[in-house]
C-alpha cells in the first residue's frame, strides 16, 4: 500500500471545491438467490440529490451480448453509458464522482509500459517525433521514452466532458465513504434480496425487480446519504487543515546495543498511537 500517494490523492480530492451538484456512480454486480444457474448481473447507475437520474439505468446479464454492449463491464461498454445515457441526461455544470476502476479512468492517450515490447516503445516515440539511436537497446529506448512522458495523465472522459463544462473528481483509493452512492446501493441490495426471494430468479423477474427497487429508493433517502457523505467529506477536509501531512517530519527511531527493547516500545505506543478514523 503506498501510504503517501493516498494520503496526496485524499487532499487532492477533498481541495477541489464544492459537491452540492454532483451525480455519484458506481458498477455492482448482483445474484439471483434461487437461479441454479447463478447468472448475475451488471448494474450501471448514477444520481443526485434529487434521485437516479432518468434514463441512466443500465442492467444487463453478464455473458449475454446487446445490441449496443458486450458481455461484460470493461472501458468501452462503461464510456459508451457514460456518452450516451449519463451526460445528456446531467444537470447543467456537475461534478462527477467516481472510484479508480480501470474502466472509470481509461487514458486519453496510452503511456509506456516497461512491459511493451521494443517494437512498440519505438513506434511510440515516432508518433512522438522523438529521436533514438537505431540500434539501441530496449533498456536505452525505455529510458527515452520515460524522459519524455507527458507532465500528467489525461483522462479520456475528463476531456469529454470539458467543453461541456462538467469535473469528473475520482475518489482516492480506499474511500468510498466520501461516496454517496454507497449507501444506495446498500439499500439497494437490501430490497432486491428480499423481493427477489419470492421470485425464481428468471431474467424478466430479475429486470423487473430491479426496476421496482430502484423506483422505491426516495429523494428524501438520496438526499440523506448526500448529505452524510458531504459531512464526512467535510470532516476530512478540516482534519487535513488542521494537521497538514506535508509540514509533519518524518518519525525516525534508531537504536543501539544498549537500549531497552521493552521500553522503546512502550514509549512509541503511547505517544504515536494514533489512527485515521472518520466517524
Not at 451525480?23 to 437461479?35: A, E, M
Not at 487535513?240 to 509533519?248: R, T
Not at 504515536?272 to 466517524?279: A, L, P, Q, R
Request: net charge negative; hydrophobic share 35%; with cysteine.
Amino acid at each position: 500500500m503506498d501510504l503517501p500517494n493516498i494520503v496526496h490523492k485524499r487532499i487532492s480530492f477533498l481541495s477541489k471545491g464544492s459537491f452540492r451538484s454532483s451525480w455519484q456512480d458506481d458498477t455492482k454486480h448482483t445474484d439471483s438467490r434461487k437461479n441454479s444457474e447463478g447468472h448475475r448481473y451488471i448494474v450501471v447507475h448514477a444520481g443526485t440529490k434529487d434521485g437516479f437520474i432518468k434514463g441512466a439505468s443500465l442492467i444487463f446479464k453478464r455473458g449475454l451480448k446487446m445490441e449496443d454492449y458486450h458481455d461484460n463491464m470493461n472501458r468501452k461498454n462503461f464510456e459508451n453509458w457514460f456518452e450516451t445515457q449519463l451526460v445528456p441526461n446531467l444537470p447543467p455544470k456537475s461534478f462527477i464522482i467516481m472510484d479508480n476502476v480501470s474502466y472509470h479512468s481509461g487514458l486519453l492517450e496510452e503511456i509506456p509500459r516497461k512491459s511493451w515490447t521494443k517494437q512498440r516503445l519505438t513506434e511510440w516515440l515516432k508518433k512522438k517525433n522523438i529521436g533514438f539511436p537505431e540500434k539501441a537497446m530496449k533498456d536505452k529506448i525505455w529510458s527515452i521514452a520515460c524522459r519524455n512522458f507527458p507532465s500528467e495523465k489525461k483522462y479520456f472522459l475528463d476531456e469529454y466532458v470539458k467543453p461541456l463544462a462538467h469535473k469528473i473528481l475520482r475518489l482516492p483509493p480506499y474511500h468510498c465513504q466520501f461516496n454517496a452512492i454507497e449507501m444506495v446501493w446498500s439499500e439497494c441490495k437490501r430490497k432486491y434480496d428480499q423481493y427477489i426471494s419470492n421470485f425464481k430468479g428468471s431474467p424478466s423477474e430479475v429486470l423487473t425487480t430491479w426496476e421496482r427497487v430502484i423506483n422505491e429508493i426516495s429523494i428524501n433517502h438520496w438526499q440523506k446519504y448526500v448529505f452524510y457523505a458531504e459531512k464526512v467529506i467535510e470532516k476530512a477536509w478540516e482534519a487535513i487543515q488542521v494537521c497538514d501531512v506535508y509540514d509533519i517530519l518524518p518519525l525516525v527511531i534508531s537504536t543501539d546495543e544498549d537500549d531497552d527493547d521493552e521500553d522503546n516500545i512502550s514509549d512509541f505506543s503511547s505517544d504515536s498511537d494514533n489512527t485515521d478514523e472518520i466517524d
